[in-house]
């Protein structure tokens, strides 16, 4: 008998500022007010995704020495907007991406904690780090870790968190009228908690929420932070969504997690992807030339290069071939905000020009094909064949979504692709569970051994 397909597991990301959004269509709508979150969020619970996410953004990104025009269209806080968010949708899980850097235990899992109960148990954390001494100096203690050290302070904030939100035994409250008594005798432990990053002694304040500890989502791809997701992570957020990448990051990653105690289905991998459909696998590809050409203005194109280069090439014709000269190796970066691309950019150079010299590229049209995000784009027949192909072909468990318009930018995918995955029995008709958890197949976080 053969193994039943696997589910195909999927997020909505909002799709936020950057040089994936296209904020000069006319049908783009607000990156602040509610109205977008919402509708946003409500389509992908019209189509039974998983979840919905959140980026963050920290600081506001300077280009040579200018805020970046699409950072000003907004940058609103993630916890309100998913709190907000909890009151509007029944269902759908709501995944925020906050830093371990510049935050606190105590904080943070008291405001997870709450969204948990606020929303029934559909929260998330994506846990971020940063060494980033720009977005840093927004903060008390500025851009002060190390690189190597971003994920060492992670792994302590993430195990003082689920300290705090086991602290509070599963049945504390007896709420006994008749004895006065609404919670149990020793039904609240205090945390003690001393360590080389933290060093807290806290009574939480919230009760353990319905899903016990919320999902935690990792986004990181360095060999640190693939042993971070394997050791703590419900899932991973990654760029790797090409077939045969994707299956190497799979198996490496889905490798890593039996020193740890865990099998493979506790950790959800999922790239993430944008789409563009059509009638005809033709129109499609047409209506993704004209998407990729708004998203990449000839200005954004060259500063896109200056990203790599580390130095000033305003001079050069984005319809032109690559600049003469090499990248600043040494360079402080000329985007702030923003990690160069990699960090030797003179291989990355050497790459970019091969390939552009291969197939006959212009600076514009190199930034285009080399810069964009994996991007599913056919017709939703196609579309919904690939999809799964990737996840019955391990390459992923599943992907985070996002269209290039905000809010409507989901809207047809739900309404065309969903219907195609659904026919394949490899996608729910109805939510089966209340919890994110039930969603993702992880069940509930077992409370800690006090």
Same mark, same amino acid.
């Given at each position: 008998m053969s193994e039943p397909a696997k589910q195909v597991h999927l997020g909505a990301a909002f799709p936020g500022v950057n040089n994936h959004t296209v904020w000069s269509d006319p049908r783009s709508g607000s990156q602040i007010d509610f109205s977008?979150?919402?509708h946003l969020a409500r389509t992908a619970e019209r189509g039974k995704f998983d979840f919905f996410f959140l980026a963050e953004g920290l600081r506001l990104r300077e280009?040579?020495? %200018?805020?970046? *025009?699409?950072d000003v269209v907004g940058r609103p806080d993630t916890l309100p907007v998913l709190s907000a968010l909890a009151a509007v949708t029944d269902h759908i899980g709501l995944a925020g991406t906050v830093n371990a850097t510049f935050n606190e235990p105590f904080e943070l899992a008291r405001q997870f904690a709450t969204l948990d109960h606020l929303s029934g148990g559909r929260s998330a954390w994506n846990v971020v780090t940063s060494s980033d001494a720009f977005t840093g100096a927004n903060f008390r203690r500025g851009g002060f870790l190390d690189r190597a050290d971003r994920y060492t302070r992670a792994a302590e904030f993430v195990e003082v968190a689920r300290e705090l939100w086991?602290?509070?035994? =599963?049945?504390?409250?007896?709420?006994?009228?008749?004895? /006065?008594?609404?919670? %149990?005798?020793?039904?609240?432990?205090e945390v003690r908690h001393r360590g080389r990053q933290f060093d807290i002694a806290a009574r939480p304040t919230v009760p353990r929420g319905p899903q016990g500890h919320p999902v935690l989502i990792q986004a990181g791809n360095s060999g640190d932070g693939r042993e971070f997701a394997a050791a703590t992570a419900d899932a991973i957020y990654t760029i790797h969504a090409e077939l045969a990448a994707g299956q190497s990051f799979y198996a490496d990653v889905k490798g890593r997690l039996a020193k740890y105690g865990r099998a493979p289905g506790h950790l959800k991998i999922l790239p993430q992807a944008t789409f563009v459909l059509g *009638?005809? !696998? +033709?129109?499609?590809? !047409?209506r993704a030339r004209h998407i990729r050409l708004q998203q990449v203005s000839p200005q954004g194109a060259i500063a896109q290069l200056e990203q790599v280069w580390g130095r000033d090439l305003s001079g050069y014709d984005p319809d032109g071939p690559l600049p003469d000269v +090499? =990248?600043?190796?040494?360079?402080?970066?000329?985007?702030? /905000?923003?990690?160069?691309h990699q960090h030797d950019p003179l291989a990355v150079a050497r790459h970019w020009r091969e390939v552009a010299e291969a197939r006959k590229l212009s600076i514009r049209g190199l930034v285009i094909e080399l810069t964009g995000r994996h991007a599913f784009v056919g017709t939703p027949v196609?579309?919904?064949? !690939?999809?799964?192909?990737?996840?019955?072909?391990?390459?992923? *468990? /599943?992907?985070?979504?996002?269209?290039?318009?905000? =809010?409507t930018g989901l809207d047809e995918f739900v309404d065309t692709v969903i219907p195609e995955l659904q026919e394949r029995g490899v996608f729910r008709s109805e939510y089966h569970g209340t919890t994110l958890r039930d969603h993702l197949g992880l069940g509930p976080a077992p409370a800690s051994v006090r």
């Open positions: 977008s979150f919402r280009h040579r020495g %200018k805020i970046f *025009d699409l086991d602290a509070w035994a =599963p049945d504390a409250v007896a709420a006994d009228i008749a004895a /006065g008594v609404f919670v %149990k005798d020793g039904a609240i432990a *009638d005809t !696998e +033709e129109e499609a590809r !047409e +090499e =990248p600043l190796a040494d360079a402080v970066g000329i985007t702030r /905000g923003r990690a160069r196609q579309v919904a064949e !690939e999809i799964n192909t990737h996840v019955q072909g391990d390459a992923c *468990d /599943g992907f985070i979504i996002s269209g290039h318009l905000t =809010p």
